[in-house]
């Protein structure tokens, strides 16, 4: 159901680095090669939490090497308030991407370049804060596409690769606050995943879990959820 590229790439980033413990439900690995931002990984799929800890928070922690499901669970607790906030990552299904591949970008879709930077400072400014943070989008990035109406840039969708090797291309969506209900990211994000397919890029939606207007967005897309990820970010102190 899922591309091999996605699987693979999910599966590598849960079983990267040294493993502790390793039982049906519940993994931890030390992988020193984590995002030099990040203290810590946990990804969650329907059946397993994986924790993935750099060895600065290993020592840290002053871990047991005699790690069991008993003593792990303790471990999984103390870090229960250092987490950042969970992400859900949905993908589209392989019948989803193949009708995708057929669809036609719309007249009133199109890329944005330097061109646009006044249009796009001006769709900004009429942006709250709270919304441009929540969607990361941004005129620099990989592929950027906004939707017209009525003359009025309305939508903005952009993608950057999340990771090169493995060809996923992840994608913020924003739409002003007055312009909502009408469907636009909808049609605007199947539109630029469209681009992305084209380009060789898997599309990779993700967002909050309390972010109930981007579930819905995610669900109206018919978007698989597939994992759950979430990272304790590393301080400067």
């Not at 030099?36 to 994986?50: M, S």
């Not at 709270?130 to 941004?138: I, M, Q, T, Y």
């Not at 909502?180 to 060789?200: P, S």
């Not at 967005?217 to 698989?224: H, R």
Request: charged residues 20%.
């Amino acid at each position: 159901m899922i591309n091999n590229n996605v699987a693979t790439y999910w599966l590598k980033e849960k079983i990267s680095g040294k493993c502790y413990l390793n039982q049906h439900d519940f993994a931890v690995y030390v992988n020193p090669h984590l995002d030099e931002d990040y203290l810590a990984v946990a990804i969650q799929d329907q059946n397993k939490y994986w924790l993935s800890l750099h060895p600065q928070l290993y020592a840290e922690l002053s871990i047991n090497t005699e790690l069991t499901q008993e003593t792990a669970e303790p471990l999984r607790k103390h870090l229960a308030d250092r987490w950042y906030g969970a992400d859900q990552f949905f993908y589209f299904s392989q019948e989803a991407l193949s009708a995708l591949r057929l669809k036609k970008v719309p007249y009133y879709i199109r890329a944005l370049t330097d061109a646009d930077t006044k249009i796009f400072q001006s769709f900004c400014e009429a942006s709250s804060e709270e919304d441009l943070d929540g969607a990361s989008v941004e005129l620099e990035h990989w592929l950027v596409y906004g939707l017209f109406s009525n003359g009025q840039l309305v939508a903005v969708a952009s993608m950057y690769p999340w990771d090169e090797e493995a060809s996923i291309a992840d994608l913020g969506v924003l739409t002003l606050s007055e312009q909502r209900g009408k469907g636009y990211a909808r049609e605007l994000v199947l539109a630029i995943c469209q681009i992305a397919l084209e380009k060789g890029y898997q599309p990779q939606y993700r967002c909050q879990l309390d972010n109930n207007a981007s579930l819905a967005l995610a669900n109206s897309l018919n978007l698989m959820s597939y994992i759950k990820w979430d990272v304790i970010l590393r301080t400067n102190d």
